[in-house]
């Protein structure tokens, strides 16, 4: 479910989404902001999506705005987020100046209004101009902000700066409660993946195994699997590394210098990026049997869920063997599996 307001050129647009089931209650909206209360089990909340007004002339309207927002908050648990187009202090800059005046505006607002940042965690910058240095910018101009009934409720919420990869601005996400860290799972079982058809290498594979097996049919599968892994690594598990190598790789030319190497480095990596996106997306698409998605969604959390739906299905609780008895129970059913013998011909 969700609502959206249309962008103004290359400028603006703003989208609130929410999960089936969560209640959300619709306040106003603008071109340059989305109001809603949020019920959760700690209680009602209120959230705004701020998008502040690009140009310096105009950028009072965004403190007037805020202000009204403000006024029209009771005593509700507040929290702002979004766009602002306007930093706080020159520490929040690199490159360029910024008038003094410009960030006492800011200041001023958010005192008036009584709210304070959320502590982010992430790189310092959420735009980077794309620029060659000496004329590369970047700022903190996205942030998250709350008043002290909102912190009260969420007292270990953090902001999260994400790492910026097609655009210019960085992603912010707030964790409202932090989860412990969890420990990683083991082993996973072995799949043949639908995205190695055609790579080369994956039949020659599988013709070694099936030629060097026993003629027992699950013994020659594992075998077979054998092979694969050895020759593919571990399915999902190796693209999800090298997006995260990548990833990490990304991460540091972004922090980095802006020197013309850098920058074209970077443009391949966001393109190596994406093709591991697709191939992600074509394995979940592969387990979850959803093949009517759209080409380019990128939504591989649906998939997760419609996995974990077909993983209950698949479960086999009974067989019959050749003589007609059944068979029920994992032991029973997988020595029945494993007698089976196709005709040959």
Known sequence: MGMEVDSMGRSGGLAFLWKKGVMCTFRSV?????????AVDEGEWRVTGFYGWPVVSDRHLSWELLRELRVSNGD?????????????FATEMKGGNRPQWQMNNFREAIDDCGIRDVAFEGYDFTYDNGQEEPDNRQSRIERAMGNERWFDMFPRARLIHMDREW??????KVILQPRPDRDVRGGKVFRFEQI??????????IRKAWASGTGDLPDTLTDCAKELVEWKGIGIGKIVRDIHSKRRRLKCLNEGGRSARAINERKQIVKDIASLLKQE????RQRSRALWLKEGDKNTKYFHQKEGQRKKKNHIAKLIDDDGREHNGTVAVAAVAKEYRPERR
């Open 30 to 38: 603008s071109v340059h902001h989305m109001d809603f209360v949020v």
């Open 167 to 172: 655009s210019d601005h960085s992603h912010i």
């Open 281 to 284: 997306e074509i394995f979940w």
């Open 196 to 205: 190695w058809v055609g790579e080369e290498g994956c039949e020659e594979a």
């Open 76 to 88: 509700f648990p507040w929290m702002c987020i979004g766009d602002f187009n306007e930093i706080l």
